[in-house]
Each structure stands twice: as C-alpha cells, then as structure tokens.
C-alpha cells in the first residue's frame, strides 16, 4: 500500500541528516539523508562500497572498532541517537529498534537452543517469568509461520534450514515489537523460493505492528516488489530517492538507469544471441580520489564540472523525488516546492 | 542418498545448458560429476561419444583438459600465494606446454581474450576485485581451450553491473567459439533466462523439465518451474504472496511419488503415489508431471 503523501504532520520515525561514516581514513557514507515513518518500508539499495550496510550498523551504533561516525544526526522518535548513554542504547537495542543481519547461521548463537535465543531477547528488555518468556518465544515461532513450534524452542541452529534460521532471527527481533526494524540483505544468501516468504514475512509484520522497515539490499526486484520508497547510493553518496513505482519506472539518475538496465530480469526477453546485456563498464574503485561526482569515470554523460562539483540531492518537482545529478535534472527551474 | 538420482540429459557442441533448481537439488554435484570431479556410482557419461565414466588417470588425462570449470568464489580457487601470470600458466605446464615463452605468449592472449591487461599477470588474487578475479577464473578455464565448461554459479557473488559484464564476456566467448559449450548451474532465473539455450530445472536430485529456453519461458509446465518463475523478485509487481511454500525435504528421505508433491497446490492422488517420468509435451519440452499437458 503505497505512502500519502503530503506529509503528516507526525514526525518520522527515523530522521537521519547529514550522516558521515568513516573508517580509517577512508569516507564510506558522505552526507546522508533520509527518513522512515512507521507503517512503511524504505529500501536503500546499492552495490558493493555504496555505504549501506555500514549506515545500517550506525543506526544502533554498531560500527566496528574501526568505523566512526563523523557527523550529523540521526533522530529517532526525536532524539537523536548519537547523544544517548550506552545504557540507553541497550534498551533501544532489540526493542525499539532491532536487526536482522544476511547471515543467520553467524548471528545465531550455535550452542544455545533456539528457545533459548528467544527467550534471552525478551527477558533483556521485558521483567517476564522464565516460563512466560518461554510460552511467548513458542508464540514467536507460530508468529513467524514456524511449523512444530513446539519442538523446535528445544533445536539447535544447525538443525535448521537458512530460511528457518532466517525466521528465527526474524521472531528474536520482533519479540519486543520494536517500532523499526532494519533488514540488512536479509535474503541474499537464501534461495528464491524462500526469499519470497521471508520477505512476505518482514512485510506482513511491518503491517502488523505498524513498523517502520528499512530494508537493505543490492537486489532491484526486492525493492519493486517490497519498498514503498527508495534511496540509491552510490560510493557513499545519495544519487536518487523517492517512490518505488515512479522511481524504478522514470528513473533520472544515470547510475539508477544503468542499474535497473543491468538487472536481468525473468520477464524481459533478451538472449545473448540476439544482442548484449546492457552493463555498466568499470567498477566502483574507479570512484577513490575523485573530487565531484563519484560516479563520473564510469558515466557516459559526465560533463568536466561532474569531476570537480560534489553533486548534492535536489528536488525535482516529481513529490518527494530527489536526484543528485546537475546533467539530468529535469528542467522544472523554480517551480520546484521544496517539503521539509 | 542420492543427490543425483537417475539424471539423463545432454548437451551439445556450442550449446548452452542452464541446470537450475534451489540449493539442495543436486545441481553442482551434477557438474562435478559430469568433469569427473566427483565419482558417479552408476550411470554413464559420454563425452564426444567416448564413455569416460570408468577412466581414471593418464587414460581421463586428455578429457580433463577438454572439461573445465568455473566457480562461484573466484577468491577460493585462487592461490594466493601465486601472481596471475603463474596461476594461469599452470594448466598449460599440466598438458605440457614445455616452452615457457609459448606459455607466456597463450596466458597474454588469454588475459586479453578476458579484458584483463597484461600488467596483470604480475600480480596476486588479493589486489583484485570480485569481477576481476573471476574473468581470472573464466581465463583460466578457457586457456586450454576446452569445449565444456561447467560454470558452477558464476555471477552469484558479483555485484549487478558487474553481473552484466561478466555475462556479457561469457556470452562474447561463446559466440567466437562455435564449439564451446556451456553447462550454466545457477539459482537465478534472471540471468539463466539471458544466457541459456536450453534449461533443465531440478529438483530433489531429478530433472522436472527440461525445455529450449524459449518453451520453457512462454510455456512452464511444471508446477515448481511455474513457482520458481513467480518467485524472482520484480516480477510479481506488487504481487506479495510466495509462490511456494515449505523448504525442500530432507534428501536423505524424500517423499513418495512426485517428490515435488508435498509442496505442489495441485497434488492428486496419482502424484502421492507413483513417480512421473521425463515425457515430452511439446516439441523440444520435456516435463517429469502426470498433470501436465500441452
């Protein structure tokens, strides 16, 4: 069900502005923007080096030692998260906001029963009995469409296939109904078949217990079918956002364009023998070192400023449509409303 | 178990085979079978009409060459501790290309047939990336000139646009190699679609449908084929429902008859109880389903 808009005059969930992420002395996200709102899913998608999962990780401060956020702000339910005690964090953490990571077989615990697992979460942040904990992580499992819920609390992950295994992360991080939960590429290491119900599965729950869902991914056909709005990165930097079915349909951004030209699709009826697959010559290292535009090597229609000028999201007159990219803008010039 | 449990299918000279089917099915240790890499305990392999099935050794020696494979982690079959240069050499030394300058001169014509330049021979795995490494990979199964390549899940760990290139050079090669064929093992459709000329999906260790690609696409018969289709991400629109639903059984004891019947929305009494055969339906289709029909 798509989003309204105008906007509604509650605040979003998540308001991320200006987010810089280094690690070392290399920048992976400059100047980030965007924001959630319960009930709705926002993808971010991008290819390797594009900064999205280290995004995701800063939103519940888990960098890596080696990893710092520079600046900006990132403000959930109206504070920001970057000001809040570790003690704080740890409440926010698995409640209010909670994770589900690619690999679930290194996020499970392999020693420790998958009741267990459930159960930790919820005694974490809820003051329930152990037995009360346990009737609720079986409660958990039926919630994620689990079969035999009652014999697999006492099964260790290995026993379990990936999508199951998937599912159980799914239910650790619903147990306390958490407001936003962030999928980072929950699927990728999954077969089709289940990709399709573990993301019927974060959708229905998303519907459910009115979430705000960020979903993390480099695969297209997810975000058409899932995310009501999207942000494309690109090396560290915004390139387009706004709503999936305009976005993915009437895309400006040349990186955008040549993304969803270079994502094969079951339904298109192009053969090798009848002509090449479109692709995006070079590769993303192309973009260390380069002033402006990171994506300028490896764009057909960069002009000498795109080397030099950083290109900043604008709007576009399209609602909510925003494009880092001074060649394509459309020429709407000042009839452009500007929505803050 | 059986992870391959009565496969028939073949393939030939210039063609491209996609096998597809989930994680489970069967399908690498198919290919690996097939190169011999994995020892079959019944049936026979025919390469260029000559039984290799049984050989071992010095007498397999020659069809080794003539079979190569691709993998999904080029990282992984990589030596690390070896420059590009001595990696892609090797094979040759193997088959004994004795002179070092004739070696040189075919890993430079390799490196370049790839879109690698020659100041990469000098070079190890580590500083390259995911797409590099793996036209390092297609270049070291192409040195020796084989006519099968088994190519086990090629572009699964590449990024999209680098999906495309490397399909794109897959492609390329095929077509200036008439004999070259390719046996294409992946779970997505997507890419299968563009570089297959006939598909064959597994399922469970058996072939369920076997098609040229464009019957299979406008005509899927199967049941699992017809999931497998809706399930590929962007093609529902805003579909929303998964087309299949459960895991795949337990190899160690599939279910009787259609092995695919547990899962199926159309079982009938006859798919519980006896296994379908391979049959054709159409010209040049083949489907392993009683309900199926033209």
């Not at chain 1, 809820?126 to 014999?151: F, T």
């Not at chain 1, 070079?282 to 030099?308: E, H, I, L, M």
């Not at chain 2, 020696?61 to 090797?90: C, E, H, K």
């Amino acid at each position: 069900m798509p989003l309204e808009f105008p906007i509604s005059a509650e605040p979003p969930l998540l308001d991320v502005r200006d987010l810089v992420i280094r690690f070392g002395d290399t920048i992976a996200v400059r100047g980030l923007d965007f924001t959630i709102r319960r009930g709705e899913t926002l993808a971010l998608v991008g290819e390797s080096g594009c900064g999205k999962s280290a995004t995701a990780l800063s939103l519940l401060r888990l960098l890596p030692p080696t990893g710092r956020i520079d600046s900006g702000t990132l403000l959930f339910e109206g504070r920001d998260i970057r000001e809040l005690r570790e003690t704080e964090l740890r409440r926010l953490r698995g409640a209010a906001i909670s994770m589900v990571f690619q690999e679930p077989m290194t996020s499970l615990n392999p020693v420790l029963s998958i009741g267990r697992q459930i159960t930790e979460a919820i005694r974490e942040h809820e003051p329930v009995s152990a037995r009360a904990a346990r009737a609720k992580a079986v409660e958990l499992l039926d919630l994620v469409r689990i079969p035999n819920a009652h014999r697999i609390v006492h099964e260790f992950p290995h026993a379990l296939s990936g999508g199951m295994r998937q599912r159980v992360m799914i239910a650790i991080a619903v147990a306390c109904q958490p407001r936003l939960l962030i999928a980072d590429e929950p699927t990728t290491a999954l077969d089709v078949t289940i990709q399709a119900q573990v993301l019927e599965l974060l959708d229905r729950l998303r519907r459910d217990l009115n979430m705000g869902l960020l979903l993390i991914t480099h695969d297209l056909g997810l975000v058409a079918d899932w995310a009501d709005r999207v942000v494309v990165m690109y090396a560290g930097r915004k390139c387009e956002e706004g709503r999936v079915d305009r976005l993915l349909h009437a895309p400006l951004h040349p990186y955008t364009k040549g993304l969803i030209a270079c994502s094969p699709s079951v339904g298109s009826d192009l053969h090798f023998r009848d002509g090449r697959m479109p692709e995006i010559a070079g590769n993303v290292a192309s973009a260390a070192g380069v002033a402006g535009c990171p994506f300028a090597p490896r764009c057909a229609s960069a002009r000498d400023d795109c080397w030099t000028a950083r290109p900043d999201p604008k709007p576009t007159g399209g609602h909510d449509h925003l494009l880092a990219c001074p060649v394509h803008a459309p020429a709407t010039g000042d009839h452009v409303l500007t929505f803050s | 178990m059986h992870a391959v449990d009565g496969v028939s299918l073949h393939i030939e000279a210039g063609e491209t085979l996609a096998l597809v089917g989930e994680s489970g099915c069967g399908k690498s240790t198919l290919g690996k079978t097939i190169l011999r890499l994995v020892p079959s305990s019944a049936g026979t392999i025919r390469f260029d009409d000559v039984d290799i099935t049984g050989l071992t050794g010095t007498a397999l020696r020659p069809y080794r060459r003539r079979m190569q494979m691709v993998f999904q982690d080029p990282s992984a079959s990589l030596n690390p501790r070896q420059t590009i240069g001595t990696s892609l050499a090797t094979p040759l030394r193997v088959h004994g290309v004795r002179d070092r300058a004739e070696r040189r001169r075919q890993v430079e014509a390799i490196a370049e047939r790839v879109g690698l330049g020659s100041e990469s021979l000098a070079r190890y795995p580590h500083e390259f990336s995911g797409g590099q490494k793996q036209r390092i990979g297609i270049a070291r199964a192409l040195i020796l000139k084989p006519s099968l390549v088994v190519c086990d899940e090629p572009v699964s760990a590449l990024d999209v646009s680098i999906q495309a290139q490397i399909l794109n050079l897959l492609a390329d090669l095929r077509q200036s190699d008439e004999r070259l064929s390719y046996l294409f093992i992946s779970h997505d459709l997507g890419v299968v679609r563009y570089i297959a000329d006939r598909v064959a999906v597994m399922y469970l260790g058996l072939i369920v449908e076997n098609a040229s690609h464009r019957s299979l696409w406008n005509r899927p018969l199967h049941p699992y084929t017809r999931g497998l289709i809706q399930a590929v991400p962007g093609t529902g629109g805003r579909n929303r429902t998964a087309p299949i639903a459960g895991d795949l059984p337990n190899p160690l004891d599939p279910p009787a008859g259609c092995r695919f019947h547990p899962r199926c929305g159309l079982a009938q009494d006859v798919c519980r109880g006896t296994v379908p055969k391979l049959r054709t339906v159409l010209p040049d289709h083949e489907v392993a389903c009683h309900l199926a029909v033209a």
